[in-house]
């Protein structure tokens, strides 16, 4: 599974630690997300995409 998190989160101009603030992630979570190590569970994509004010479809994506 890809991911658009490190992206959208940049946009922002946020640093790991402030979306896990806003999301109530741990940073280290974050981290393992954007680098792919980490899939999250449903609710924590719903977490950080709603912190990035996204949509779980637009921030991972499926590869089938």
């Not at 490190?6 to 603030?21: F, G, N, P, T």
């Not at 979570?29 to 912190?51: C, H, M, N, Q, W």
């Amino acid at each position: 599974m890809d991911n658009l998190v490190k992206q959208c989160r940049k946009k922002k101009y946020w640093s790991q630690a402030e979306l896990a603030i806003k999301s109530g992630i741990s940073q280290a979570t974050i981290s393992d997300i954007e680098r792919k190590r980490y899939i999250p569970r449903v609710d924590i994509a719903l977490r950080v995409a709603k912190a990035l004010n996204s949509t779980v479809e637009e921030l991972f994506i499926l590869e089938i």
